[in-house]
């Protein structure tokens, strides 16, 4: 398999924004590991059999049950554990392993910004392939300048699934993606957006990046919860103005 290259993330906080409930949560971060590039459709192709044409792009138009699958066949091929478990579409995280997995979001956005505090790490121009480039399909990987990781696209390009939900309360099923598309103007192209779609939903802007690092415990693991998202899906807290409930 082409290498899946990783960069090692350092511990950290991140500040996380629930817009729904108006709120902000602080998470600590464990070190752990993170894709340089987002999947690409050469490494897309060599793992699970989809053709590429563009072997250097990002893999995209990818919903998010195939890049978990993507996941554990990346695992078994370098023979790590794999880090998910399926019963039928429900995929259980098993946080102390050491395969290829999903970004919590927490970490996601800890790492996209590499200390940085404002909305993108660098001038969007110099960093991120979006709307203003005028470009109509995601671009070549490492085509812009990366962060202070050493990590590229990460702003722009495609959107990259997270493991969380996105809202229960509202959306159901629905999990995160982060980070922008091509076709995105700046206002969406920000290291705290979150956007999401159903589980096998796919856009051709929405592509993957995996990532590494084991955790003691069960069901929780670097700002995510398994009892957490149980109370979300409960909450019987007032919808804002314009939102609306999950379909049941």
């Known amino acids: 398999m082409s290498d899946l290259e990783m960069a090692r993330i350092p511990a950290g906080v991140v500040t996380l924004h629930d817009a729904r409930r108006d709120l902000v949560r602080t998470v600590t971060l464990e070190p752990f590991e993170l894709g340089v590039f987002a999947v690409t459709e050469e490494q897309m192709a060599e793992i699970v059999g989809i053709a590429s044409r563009h072997p250097r792009r990002p893999a995209a138009d990818l919903s998010w049950l195939r890049a978990v699958r993507f996941c554990n066949a990346a695992s078994e091929w370098e023979g790590l554990d794999p880090a998910y478990t399926f019963d039928g579409e429900d995929v259980t995280w098993h946080v102390d392993s050491d395969g290829y997995r999903l970004p919590t979001e927490a970490e996601w956005e800890h790492a996209c910004r590499a200390g940085s505090t404002g909305p993108h790490y660098g001038l969007l121009t110099d960093v991120a392939w979006t709307a203003a480039d005028g470009v109509t399909a995601p671009q070549n990987v490492g085509g812009k300048l990366p962060n202070l990781n050493g990590l590229f696209d990460t702003l722009g390009n495609v959107w990259e699934w997270c493991w969380d939900l996105l809202d229960p309360a509202r959306y159901g099923d629905y ?8 076709a995105d103007d700046a206002w969406s192209v920000r290291a705290s957006v979150r ?54």
């Open 175 to 182: 999990r995160v993606f982060r980070g922008g598309g091509y």
């Open 195 to 248: 956007r999401g779609g159903a589980p096998r939903m796919h856009h051709e802007d929405v592509g993957m990046r995996v990532a590494r690092g084991g955790f003691d415990g069960a069901d929780a693991a670097q700002g995510w919860s398994a009892a957490v998202d149980l109370e979300r899906a409960a909450t019987d807290d007032a919808l804002s103005m314009g939102w609306t409930p999950r379909r049941r």
